[in-house]
């Protein structure tokens, strides 16, 4: 087991995580007040394709900084 995700939506927003092996472990399309948590194998590969409509991503409860792989709304980023 890795450690666990947690996203809170404030938006609707598709995303998508995959672990180690590929594995979608996460993934679909989330409503506003949705709130998911999930785990695999890290590292975790993770698209999230609206981010203003997250209203949070943690890992292991700290805060992942979605800002920085935001590109036009969508992030792409690998979390070790």
């Known amino acids: 087991g ?3 995700l947690r996203i809170r939506f404030a938006a609707e ?3 998508e995580i995959r672990d ?3 594995k979608v472990v996460l993934g679909g399309t ?3 007040g ?3 948590s999930g785990g695999g194998t890290p590292p975790y ?3 999230i394709g609206n981010v203003k409509g997250v209203e949070s991503l943690t890992r292991n409860g ?3 900084d979605l800002a920085a792989s ?3 709304n969508v992030a792409r980023l690998t979390l070790p």
């Open 62 to 64: 700290t805060p992942v």
């Open 45 to 47: 590969k993770v698209v």
């Open 34 to 36: 949705e709130d998911l």
């Open 70 to 72: 935001n590109r036009n």
């Open 30 to 32: 989330a409503r506003a």
């Open 13 to 15: 927003t598709w995303y």
């Open 2 to 4: 890795g450690g666990e």
């Open 20 to 22: 180690r092996s590929g």
